[in-house]
């Protein structure tokens, strides 16, 4: 592994159901973030992680909880997907919250 | 928060030089400028940032002015692969709390390429 690797790449589910998008970084970085790109509206920060074991609400966190159980790791939870979900997911990381921030390569996602 | 503005597109040959404007007329003293892209189908990729002066580094360099009213990003031999959606953001090391972590992506300026 190298970077950030997100998973699934992509993911069809029906309204209703619970999905957890996963995010890994081999970086050691200390911060990671999760953002939500739509068409004509930017990247938008859903929660964020300034170190392992502890989080924080972004601009958009309804609908979505993470977990920050180690330094890799930083998994989003849909506990119920509604079709305004739909997005294209993005998870990042940083050495620092000030630091630039390294993007993984997205999971998109279809509410229906 | 201190806005910026660009122009939502931009064309260039390959192998010329191409210059990025951004205006960001309302920025404090303690804001730095960022910049990051985004390819096709792929996650934003850091560029580059400054504060006050010049700044160069492999990718790209930062031109500001010195009222720091405005700044531009130069790729000196843009190639197929600059392609992308350019962004430039304002990020302020003092800011508390979330706003501290975040990237504020505008719209950005789509870069096309001709061969």
């Known amino acids: 592994i190298a970077g950030i690797t997100q998973a699934p790449t992509s993911q069809i589910l029906a309204a209703g159901r619970r999905m957890t998008l996963r995010c890994t970084q081999d970086?050691?970085?200390?911060?990671m973030y999760w953002y939500r790109q739509d068409l004509g509206l930017g990247l938008r920060l859903i929660h964020y992680?300034?170190?392992?074991?502890?989080?924080g609400k972004g601009e958009v966190p309804d609908g979505y909880s993470v977990s920050r159980a180690n330094t890799d790791d930083f998994p989003l939870t849909l506990a119920s997907a509604v079709p305004s979900q739909t997005s294209v997911y993005f998870c990042?990381?940083?050495?620092?919250?000030?630091?630039?921030?390294?993007f993984g390569p997205g999971t998109r996602l279809t509410v229906l | 928060d201190a806005k910026t503005t660009q122009p939502n597109s931009m064309e260039s040959n390959e192998e010329e030089p191409v210059h990025l404007p951004c205006n960001h007329s309302?920025?404090?003293?303690?804001?730095?400028i960022h910049w990051y892209r985004q390819l096709p189908s792929q996650g934003p990729e850091y560029v580059i940032h400054g504060l006050t002066s010049n700044v160069n580094n492999r990718m790209a360099s930062l031109a500001i002015a010195e009222d720091r009213k405005s700044s531009t990003l130069i790729l000196h031999r843009a190639t197929l692969r600059d392609a992308a959606v350019y962004y430039c953001?304002?990020?302020?090391?003092?800011?508390?709390?979330?706003?501290?972590?975040?990237?504020?992506f505008g719209k950005g300026t789509k870069l096309s390429v001709i061969p």
């Open positions: 990042a990381s940083s050495r620092g919250y000030y630091n630039e921030q390294f």
């Open positions: 953001i304002l990020r302020d090391p003092a800011v508390s709390g979330a706003g501290s972590y975040q990237l504020t």
């Open positions: 970086m050691r970085h200390n911060a």
């Open positions: 992680s300034n170190t392992a074991g502890t989080t």
């Open positions: 309302t920025i404090s003293g303690t804001d730095y």
